[in-house]
C-alpha cells in the first residue's frame, strides 16, 4: 500500500460541527451584545485558527478577541457535545483502515477540547496521534501539524496522505509535501478546492478507501 499515514482534519472531515460553532458564536454575539453573526464568513474560516474565525465571524478587531474566545470556549463546551455528529460512515471506514495504516488527526481546535470530542464521538482508539492548535508554532495552512507527526511516527511525507475539507487543509499537507484528499461535503465547495489542486477529490467519507488502493 502507498500511504503508511493518513493525517485527517476534524471539523467538516470527521465530524459535522458546524451547527456547534454556529451556535456557540451567536451565544458570544449575544453575550457581548452584537446584533448578528457573519455565518457566511465564520464558515469559510473554520479550519484557521479560532481567534480569527471568532474575530471573522463576529467582525471584532484583534483587542476584542481574547474575552470572546474565552467566552466561545465556555459556551462550545456546554453545546457542542450535543450538536456534533460523525458523517456517515466514518467509524466503520476507520475500523477498516486501522489495520492497513496509522492514523492521525490535526485539527485547528485545542488539544483538550479535540481529545475530549473524539472520546466522545467513540473514534479516539483509532488514531495514534492527535496535535490541535497548542501542539505546533504554526497554524494552517502552516505544515507544522503534518510535519509533527511524520517525525513522531517517523513516517515520510511521500507515505502521508492529507485529507480535509478546506484549501487550509490541502495547502498544510501539500506545504509537507504529502499526498492530499480533499473531501467535498465539508466547509469550502467544490470549485474551491479544485482550484488548489489536491491528488484526489472525493464526494463521501468512505471513497477514502479508494485513495489507498485498499
Known amino acids: 500500500m502507498k500511504y503508511k499515514l493518513v493525517v485527517f482534519d476534524f471539523d467538516g472531515t470527521l465530524a ?4 456547534s460553532i454556529m451556535e456557540s458564536l451567536q451565544l458570544v454575539a449575544w453575550h457581548l451584545g452584537l446584533s448578528w453573526v457573519d455565518q457566511a464568513a465564520a464558515r469559510q474560516s473554520i479550519g484557521l485558527p479560532l481567534r480569527r474565525t471568532i474575530e471573522i465571524g463576529l467582525g471584532l478587531c484583534p483587542e476584542e478577541a ?3 474566545v474565552d467566552l466561545y470556549r465556555k459556551y462550545y463546551h456546554e453545546v457542542a457535545f450535543d450538536s456534533t455528529h460523525l458523517f456517515p460512515g466514518v467509524n466503520e471506514t476507520l475500523e477498516r483502515l486501522r489495520p492497513a495504516c496509522l492514523l492521525a488527526v490535526a485539527s485547528g481546535k485545542s488539544s483538550r477540547g ?7 464521538l467513540g473514534i479516539s482508539e483509532y488514531f495514534s496521534f492527535v496535535a490541535g492548535a497548542q501542539d505546533v508554532q504554526q497554524p494552517k495552512p502552516a505544515p507544522d501539524m503534518v510535519l509533527l507527526a511524520l517525525a513522531r511516527l517517523n513516517i515520510s511525507a511521500h507515505e502521508c496522505l492529507v485529507v480535509g475539507d478546506t484549501v487550509y487543509d490541502i495547502e ?3 506545504r509537507a509535501f504529502a499526498d492530499t484528499c480533499a473531501v467535498t461535503y465539508g466547509n469550502h465547495s467544490l470549485d474551491q478546492l479544485r482550484r488548489i489542486n489536491p491528488t484526489f477529490i472525493i464526494d463521501v467519507f468512505p471513497h477514502v478507501v479508494n485513495c489507498l488502493e485498499l
Open 66 to 68: 481574547p474575552e470572546a
Open 172 to 174: 498544510m499537507g501539500q
Open 16 to 19: 459535522d460541527s458546524e451547527a
Open 114 to 120: 479535540l481529545l475530549s470530542m473524539m472520546q466522545h
